[in-house]
């Protein structure tokens, strides 16, 4: 039986995916949203690969996805440019950002772990995951 390490926290997280035309249903990574309720942490880090989002579709509105991720990243602060979810707790934030849709910007299934340090673990999941 494994032990639980006290210094370790439960995270989740959902990748972002760029999917330019969604009747073709193609899509990649270009971000990752992580939470981690125990230390009231939510953030996501983006990367837009626009070679990949030309390929997929040459006519891509790349300005407009680029403001689609960069509003995750506004939610996940918090900040003014969040509108109301800005007064939302980081759980309820991130459960909108986590919620399907059907845009151009979608977030994958949700993945848990465990960390001692979710604003590394932020990082890790982009270079692994997104790069």
């Not at 995750?72 to 509108?83: F, I, L």
């Not at 939302?88 to 299934?109: E, H, K, Y």
């Amino acid at each position: 039986m494994t032990r639980h390490d006290p210094r370790r926290d439960v995270f989740e997280y959902a990748l972002l995916r760029v999917v330019p035309r969604v009747e073709r249903g193609e899509c990649f990574n270009a971000g990752v949203v992580v939470y981690c309720r125990a230390r009231s942490f939510v953030a996501a880090r983006t990367h837009l690969d626009e070679t990949k989002l030309r390929a997929l579709d040459p006519r891509a509105d790349v300005t407009g996805v680029r403001a689609a991720l960069h509003a995750v990243e506004g939610v996940c602060r918090g900040g003014e440019e969040a509108g109301q979810a800005s007064r939302d707790d980081a759980g309820r934030r991130f459960r909108w950002l986590i919620a399907p849709r059907s845009t151009v910007v979608q977030p994958g299934p949700v993945h848990t772990g465990l960390t001692a340090d979710p604003e590394a673990e932020v990082e890790r999941l982009l270079e692994l995951l997104v790069r």
